[in-house]
């Protein structure tokens, strides 16, 4: 598949700040990429590197296969920053005057007013728009031009429900017509509704990255504990879907790759003898795995 973007070994620093740390990363044609960290995780750093709005101290990026420059600009299109346009004019005229600067045509301002919802309020000032339409008419301003990839920054911050699930069905729209999508965020829920593939980034760093449906799979966990500890430990160890484990006292918990059965669990524990004499399942929230992946990490 056609790499889109590699990024090798990235660093930024702010003085003292370390915003991005040795990053790298790559995404294909195709995949809605979503950039996954908590505040000040660097994602924002990331992204103005790419777009070139500032310069890596250390580090590489090449866009289709080839350093940045002209013709890479003209096949991305973003949304940095909050919506910006002039009040007083309408979407027609705002997206002229965002054609003329990009020197497009205006042959396009249909298309990506239709797309983003915004056709029926073409000739409405800016002004009276709600934050959700100001929001959906920086992404057709971005979409100018049909852009192969497009990067959204945090693109349902600040908007309300409904909102948010029109910016998100947006952006599954803009995907399914093949555009790439690069878009960070902080929240997990959003990357797992959106994204196919994901990079979490802990100060810096990248920790991990590979398809949702892998990387921010949640697996339960359990605790167990055997008379013989040091036995279930090795036994658990050789389970065919083992993760990891922590030891606590007399106590084991452990994690298990895919999602395993109680009954299951202690039918291969009795079968390799050993009988527990504790098992709890432990179900985890969305939030709480993404915090333990934040943690375990550090
Ligand atoms: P957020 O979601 O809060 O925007 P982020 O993941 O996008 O966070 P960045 O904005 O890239 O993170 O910030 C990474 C670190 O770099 C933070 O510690 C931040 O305070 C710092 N930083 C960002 N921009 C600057 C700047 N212009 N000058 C100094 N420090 C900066």
Redesign the pocket.
Known sequence: METILSINNISKR??K?Q??SDLSLEVKKGQVFGIL????????????VILELIKANKGSFQWFGLPPGKESRKRIGSVIESPNFFPYLSPVVNLKIVADIKDLGYDDIDRVLNLTGLYERRNTKFKTFSFGMKQRLAVASALLGNPDVLIL??PTNGLDPQGIAHIRELILLIASQGTTIIM?S?LLDEVQKICSHVAV?SK?KNLFDGKVSEVLAISDSFELSAVNIDLLTKAVAAHPVFQSLISKDEIIQVYFKETVNPEELNRFFFSQGITLTHLTERKRSLEQHFLELLDNNK
């Open positions: 702010y003085g700040i915003a991005v960290g908590p505040n000040g995780s660097g994602k924002t750093t990331t992204l103005s920054d945090e960070a902080h980034l810096g």
